[in-house]
């Protein structure tokens, strides 16, 4: 069974940073894809970035230059750096993995190519 569980969330001011992690476990190769997401109140959960165990990203346009993703494969764990927050990145932060393996471009923000999630961790950015 794949657990993933969140941390790093917190208060922060705007133009500060976060450092999010999720730690996988139930996986016995680094072959599967994973994501960071965000769901603000009132407002549909999207992606936020995503990576493969080859290391290349994939971002939204709303955190491109402000985030980065990675994930470290013998610790089955994905980070993200959120560097020069803005009150608009105020949302639960989740992360989630596939059962698959590599995503397109174009399905690696998408929710439904995900098959697991963790509980989420808030970031509160104010101005």
């Known amino acids: 069974q794949v657990q993933l569980v969140e941390s790093g969330g917190g208060s922060v001011q705007s133009g500060g940073s976060l450092r999010l992690s999720c730690a996988a476990s139930?996986?016995?190769?680094?072959?599967?894809?994973m994501g960071w997401f965000r769901q603000a109140p009132g407002k549909e959960r999207e992606g936020v970035a995503g990576?493969?165990?080859?290391?290349?990203?994939t971002y939204a346009d709303s955190v491109k230059g402000r985030f980065t993703i990675s994930r470290d494969n013998a610790k089955h764990t994905l980070y993200l750096e959120m560097n020069s927050l803005k009150p608009e990145d105020t949302a639960m932060y989740y992360c989630a993995s596939n059962r698959w393996g590599p995503l397109i471009t174009e399905r690696a923000l998408g929710r439904y190519w995900y098959n697991y999630w963790g509980q989420g961790t808030q970031v509160t950015v104010s101005s």
């Open positions: 990576i493969y165990s080859d290391g290349k990203p």
């Open positions: 139930g996986y016995t190769s680094s072959s599967y894809y």
